[in-house]
């Protein structure tokens, strides 16, 4: 199924496209098309004012095209970074992956002189599988910019569907909730044989396994368990949620102030420090 969301793509030039796709038995995959310029009579940006962040499904969503905007990030050959923050932003903030491997995707001539650099981009909220450049004769475009084709993992989209029990939540627990816990233990290994000296290693991994059904049971009635969904980030943390806030607190009050562009910065410096 392929769905094409004109609700979405507003700008009457068409610098965002975005279409939904889903095979069967598929979660639905956003495709982001994006070209990102400024307008030369007005000045203005059109994809900036469409706030991009509301078209991303977290999990499921990929944005490509040309951005039209240069950083060490994705490009090593880049000397100058030029409107790189908005997209700098947007990717640390959504946590997307750069599909880009650092080849030039835009060949340039100017005044005699030739230049190469990387600004048409490939992100992604699941793993970027594959992202290569398709320069030969039979996919050429006449265009200054190379084709870039690109795949993502569906099976691990497939199973981010999902959530999935990764554990318990031992440190919220109470002194009560241990005692609890270990009187439902108590209970469970009464009258069991222990292992002697002379065991077999089938007895021994029988054990074990009965042991580890067992002590789930047990956090199952007395422990909160964590769960991962499709749109959990294992970066994210209390600290990254406090700052996230004050940086809404000072958009709603409109200010373009020495406080919101500090707030900006501890959040975006919080998000790097916890993903290492």
Not at 15 to 25: S, W
Not at 81 to 95: K, L, P, S, Y
Not at 184 to 201: I, Q, Y
Request: net charge negative.
């Amino acid at each position: 199924m392929v769905d094409d969301r004109t609700d979405l793509s507003r700008d009457p030039n068409e610098d965002v496209i975005a279409t939904n796709v889903r095979r069967r038995g598929e979660r639905i995959t956003r495709i982001i098309n994006i070209y990102d310029e400024k307008h030369t009579h007005s000045g203005e940006i059109p994809v900036r004012k469409l706030k991009v962040q509301r078209f991303i499904r977290q999990g499921s969503t990929l944005l490509g095209g040309d951005f039209n905007t240069h950083s060490i990030r994705w490009d090593p050959r880049c000397q100058v970074q030029r409107d790189a923050v908005f997209w700098e932003d947007m990717i640390d903030e959504n946590g997307l992956e750069i599909g880009n491997d650092g080849e030039a995707t835009h060949h340039w001539t100017r005044e005699g002189h030739k230049g190469e650099s990387v600004i048409d981009l490939t992100l992604a909220i699941r793993p970027i599988t594959k992202s290569s450049i398709l320069a030969d004769h039979d996919h050429a475009t006449g265009s200054d910019h190379e084709v870039i084709e690109w795949e993502v993992e569906v099976d691990r989209q497939e199973e981010a569907g999902h959530e999935r029990l990764v554990g318990w939540n031992l440190a919220a627990m109470t002194e009560e909730d241990g005692k609890a816990a270990e009187k439902r233990w108590m209970e469970l290994v009464k009258g069991r044989a222990h292992l002697h000296s002379e065991c077999t290693a089938d007895e021994v991994e029988q054990e074990a396994a009965w042991c580890q059904e067992a002590m789930g049971n047990v956090l199952d009635h007395m422990a909160k368990k964590i769960r991962i969904f499709a749109i959990s980030k294992r970066w994210w943390n209390a600290d990254i949620r406090v700052r996230r806030n004050a940086v809404g607190r000072e958009k709603r009050r409109r200010r373009n102030s020495d406080e919101a562009a500090k707030a900006k910065a501890e959040f975006l410096k919080s998000i790097r420090q916890s993903k290492g």
